[in-house]
Nanobody
Framework: QVQLVESGGGLVQAGGSLRLSCAAS????????MGWYRQAPGKQRELVAN????????TYADSVKGRFTISRDNAKSTVWLQMNSLKPEDTAVYYC?????????WGQGTQVTVSS
């Protein structure tokens, strides 16, 4: 089992920044990737960013490229999502995940609200 604890959400004005963190614990060996999804009211869950834990290779949704940055610290089993130039359309619940041997583990979600 992998447990994920998120923090860092909140309310910010458009153009502002937030930094989300996700700490993994438990059976963290062989986690292949970690990242973030988000889900806005009435919309499908969307992959925001992913980072491969061994190589550090990152992928981003087109909607956040150039504004969001995902990073990791393998020693601390933690990933961060730095979100800059936030827009109202970034408002959503953000969920951290860990992918291990084909199985997804999820955090509890953290609300990000961007006011216009």
């Amino acid at each position: 089992q992998v447990q994920l604890v998120e923090s860092g959400g909140g309310l910010v004005q458009a153009g502002g920044s937030l930094r989300l963190s996700c700490a993994a614990s438990g059976s963290i060996v062989s986690i292949n990737a970690m990242g973030w999804y988000r889900q806005a009211p009435g919309k499908q869950r969307e992959l925001v960013a992913n980072i491969a834990t061994s190589t550090g290779i990152t992928t981003y949704a087109d909607s956040v490229k150039g504004r969001f940055t995902i990073s990791r610290d393998n020693a601390k089993s933690t990933v961060w999502l730095q979100m800059n130039s936030l827009k109202p359309e970034d408002t959503a619940v953000y969920y951290c995940y860990a992918l291990k041997r084909g199985y997804y583990y999820w955090g509890q979600g953290t609300q990000v609200t961007v006011s216009s």
